[in-house]
């Protein structure tokens, strides 16, 4: 094998453009669907950073509602003292939620509305980076991003719901690519919807050494008409529809990044093969068996992907880090698991890429030495 | 290294089929001795490197048989070839064919490396042979660095590196000028004498004829004149055994360039044979 590989790592050092080409190549084309899942996934943990953020261990909802986004919960206002009375239940608070936009001036956003009771320990801001993380009648916090967007500052108003929200905090985290998060009293949401004794969801901290899934099941067989569930499965079912949802494009782009990094490198794989047809005969001449060959091209395919991938690799890393400081709302999470179906590509890759010049390493004349050629 | 005899019986190559076939080498027989320099000389096409390239189990005759020691190679299945030409043949070329992106020792060391030595003692094996061939200065220089001398000395060490019986070389001093070209000749023949190994040379520059021990007119893919070389153990001087003055002495014949020569030799004033024959040019 030091032979074959000794001759690849040569061949592919001595042709630095084509090595160039093949590993930036590769590099694109797996940065490609590295980049598409590290944005999914990044939206997927802003989508759910609420839902992880807020402080509940059990999320309460109407019947068969399972998650947030694009859905709308109603539950009797009851229900929360009901919730309350379940065993392994320590505390238990209401909010209500409905997606709308918040606007200042120009600046229009969609957001996750969140009516919070006065005083509440759960479902409020967990990063307030100015300003006061309670809101009273009449007030609201909303998140940095949007306010520095809006240019808007504490004591500005924004409009929310049909009405106008003094601006009392600024939080942070509470933003993604889609929305962001913006906080109003409890009260003031209840009034803007009409005053319909009704809650969207309640929170649930359970007690000291309860199981959130084991009272989840008990809130769902003990209070009529809800769906209970601990907040990991409820992040999970959030997380799985914007999967859902990106599925096809996600796919799409695999195949896109997996065809243009095949094609690059095979091509490069096959020009380099071509190219080195001679020291190939000069070697089967020496007595270099066509195994040897063999070798020496996957190699240089596999040393071309291995690099295109480490490339795209730190690349995608980079964007993770530099994305956000760019002021931008947009989270790149780059996961074991995309790390894993990529590099299974680029393995693959190297493989298909090797098989066609194989039969151009086996078709050499050893007999070639003897034609006059480059003197070397 | 084991001595091995090389042997070419009513070798035919024919290439293409039909009216529009071509006969490179023709019914050619020829056996080559340990030890032995061979100079197989010719006209451009008539046949001298197909000739050598089915010597050296590169291509198979058409008719006829390649036989290395008993052994009928031109008859052997194409995955046992390569086992032969690595460890019984050792190739020197016009071009020299060396692999451009390894070094001089690399170059070297990795055909020793396909022939399964170890990283360590290939480089060893090369390190060596390269020294000795005066290159101890050029271990990590590309091919491109070197000159044409240069290029060829590295070609033989990679041509010696497995030790071969046989050494086969193609117009080896084509790309070479005058004076290197028979420095190169001068080693090839050294590598034969020193050390017993048949060398094998194909080639069309007449000034090598006198380094050889045997050399073979081949035209139109037959030999035509048989061209024996001998040494005058007097002067030194490589003579044609037809065309030479014979002379015997304790029962042996001697060939020499003049009358003169074959007088002092036969009246015994030359006390060291041997040592004037090693003193060829």
């Not at chain 1, 190297?350 to 066609?356: I, K, Q, R, T």
Request: charged fraction near 20%.
């Amino acid at each position: 094998m030091s032979a074959a590989l000794l001759l690849a790592r040569r061949g592919l050092g001595r042709s630095r453009v084509r090595l160039i080409a093949s590993v930036g190549g590769v590099a694109l084309a797996l940065s490609l669907t590295l980049a598409l899942d590290a944005i999914y996934a990044g939206v997927a943990n802003q989508l759910t950073a609420y839902i992880d953020r807020a402080g509940a261990d059990v999320w309460v909802a109407q019947s068969g509602v399972r998650n947030l986004h694009m859905v709308a919960s109603w539950l009797p206002a009851t229900v929360t003292a009901e919730v309350e009375a379940i065993e392994g239940v320590a505390e238990a608070t209401p909010i209500l939620y409905s997606t709308d936009t918040i606007a200042a001036g120009d600046e229009r956003s969609v957001a996750y509305v969140i009516g919070l009771p006065a005083g509440t320990t759960m479902g409020g801001p967990w990063q307030v980076v100015e300003g006061s993380a309670q809101v009273g009648r009449g007030e609201i916090i909303v998140d940095r991003g949007f306010a520095q967007k809006a240019g808007v500052t504490i004591g500005d108003s924004v409009g929310v719901l049909g009405s106008q929200a003094l601006v009392v905090g600024l939080s942070a985290g509470t933003a993604s690519l889609i929305n962001s998060v913006a906080f109003i009293s409890f009260d003031d949401f209840r009034a803007l919807r009409g005053d319909a004794p009704v809650v969207s969801y309640v929170l649930v901290r359970v007690a000291p050494g309860a199981s959130p899934a084991a009272v989840a099941s008990r809130i769902g067989a003990g209070v009529p008409g809800v769906t209970a569930m601990s907040r990991e499965a409820f992040s999970a079912e959030e997380r799985r529809l914007v999967t859902d949802m990106s599925a096809d494009v996600i796919s799409i782009m695999n195949v896109v990044g997996f065809v243009v990094g095949l094609c690059v490198v095979a091509l490069t794989v096959y020009v380099a093969t071509l190219a080195h047809r001679r020291e190939y005969g000069v070697l089967k001449a020496l007595g270099a068996r066509n195994g040897v060959l063999y070798r020496v091209v996957m190699v240089q395919a596999a040393l071309s992907v291995a690099l295109g991938f480490t490339v795209a690799l730190l690349f995608t890393a980079l964007l993770t880090v530099l994305v956000p400081r760019a002021g931008s709302n947009l989270e790149l999470a780059l996961g074991i698991a995309s790390i894993a179906k990529v590099g299974l590509f680029a393995t693959v890759i190297a493989g298909l890429a090797s098989v066609l010049p194989i039969r151009q390493v086996a078709g050499v004349d050893p007999a070639v030495v003897f034609r006059r050629g480059v003197a070397a | 290294m084991t001595a091995l005899t090389l042997e070419v019986r009513n070798a035919t190559k024919r290439f293409g089929d039909g009216d529009t076939s071509v006969v490179a080498v023709r019914d050619v027989s020829l056996a080559v001795k340990p030890g032995e320099v061979v100079l197989i000389m010719g006209p451009s096409g008539s046949g001298k490197t197909t000739l050598l390239s089915m010597m050296g189990a590169l291509l198979k005759p058409t008719e006829g048989s390649i036989h290395l020691d008993g052994t009928e190679i031109s008859a052997l299945s194409e995955g046992r070839l390569p086992d032969i030409r690595l460890r019984q043949f050792g190739f020197v070329f016009q071009d020299f064919n060396l692999l451009t992106a390894l070094s001089v020792l690399e170059n070297v060391a990795i055909v020793a490396e396909l022939a399964g030595a170890k990283r360590g003692l290939a480089r060893d094996r090369a390190k060596k042979l390269l020294t000795e061939l005066g290159l101890a200065e050029r271990l990590d220089f590309l091919p491109e660095q070197l000159s044409g001398g240069e290029k060829q000395r590295v070609a033989i060490a990679r041509a010696l590196v497995n030790d071969p019986a046989l050494i086969l070389a193609d117009e080896p001093t084509a790309n070479l000028d005058s004076k290197i070209g028979h420095e190169i000749m001068r080693l090839l023949r050294a590598i034969a004498k020193d050390q017993g190994r048949s060398v094998v040379i194909v080639s069309h520059d007449q000034r090598i004829r006198d380094i050889a021990d045997r050399v073979l007119w081949l035209e139109d893919g037959q030999f035509k004149d048989i061209v024996t070389m001998a040494t005058d153990p007097v002067c030194g001087m490589a003579v044609e055994r037809e065309r030479a003055v014979i002379g015997e002495r304790d029962g042996e014949a001697y060939w020499f360039c003049s009358r003169g020569c074959r007088e002092e030799f036969i009246s015994g004033l030359l006390p060291d044979v041997e040592a004037v024959s090693r003193g060829l040019p």
